[in-house]
């Protein structure tokens, strides 16, 4: 099963970009890497999901590099509102053989005015 | 509004009652999990299941069975509940995309355990 490891917290101010780094070194040839944000009091809920690259929609950009042992989450200009708690979460298919969807402890990012 | 339904949202207990929280979802998902998360951590598989009739331990199975006889329903059970199990429990569920393969998890809102 791939572990990922992220930092456990990190501060930014309004307007700024955010990249969020999470490493999976023994990342699965199958396995997608996908994170999600979770508010205070609430289920956590998918910002993007990608397998190698750069893949971007409307709320973040994530950085793949070729090897695929880690990713990066990028948050363009964030807001107050972006205040949540971010995972990384790698081995998405839990139709693989053994595959168990383990959530690591996740990056709690802090918004500051 | 389709998603994933927890009941209840709250509930207290005291140790060694049992009680089943209940998880339902209308998106014919074939797989869902439960996960608990406690103050400052972050989600930890208990059970999860890979279609109607499937189901497998994850991280932390000891204390709860889950049964699926149904693709919407998937309950968690727990027999004899202790102040350990005091928790925010999730339920999720997802479904193969038919063109990449991966997965995207919904969460429901979450069922706060208090078991004093």
């Known amino acids: 099963l791939a572990k990922t490891t992220q930092p456990i917290s990190m501060d930014s101010y309004e307007g700024q970009e955010v990249n969020i780094t999470c490493s999976h070194n023994?990342?699965?040839?199958?396995?997608?890497i996908t994170w999600y944000q979770q508010f205070p009091s609430q289920g956590p809920r998918f910002i993007i999901q990608?397998?190698?690259t750069k893949v971007t929609n409307e709320v973040a950009s994530l950085f793949i590099p070729a090897d695929r042992k880690s990713s990066t989450l990028s948050l363009p200009r964030v807001s107050l509102s972006d205040t949540a708690v971010y995972y990384c979460l790698v081995g998405d298919n839990p139709y693989n053989q053994g595959g168990k969807l383990i959530f690591g402890q996740g990056t709690e990012l802090s918004v500051k005015p | 509004n389709a998603g994933v339904t927890q009941t209840p949202k709250f509930q207290v207990l005291k140790t060694g009652q049992s009680m089943t929280l209940q998880c339902a979802q209308d998106?014919?998902?074939?797989?869902m999990s439960w996960y608990r998360q406690d103050p400052g951590m972050g989600l930890r598989l208990i059970h999860y299941s890979v279609g109607a009739g499937i189901t497998d331990q994850g991280e932390v199975p000891n204390g709860y069975n889950v049964s699926r006889s149904t693709t919407e329903d998937f309950p968690l059970r727990l027999l004899s509940a202790a102040p350990s199990q005091t928790s925010v429990y999730f339920c999720a569920s997802s479904t193969r995309d038919p063109h990449s393969g991966a997965n995207v998890l919904t969460f429901g809102a979450g069922s706060r355990l208090t078991v004093l």
């Open positions: 990608g397998y190698k």
């Open positions: 998106m014919n998902h074939e797989y």
């Open positions: 023994n990342i699965a040839t199958n396995d997608y």
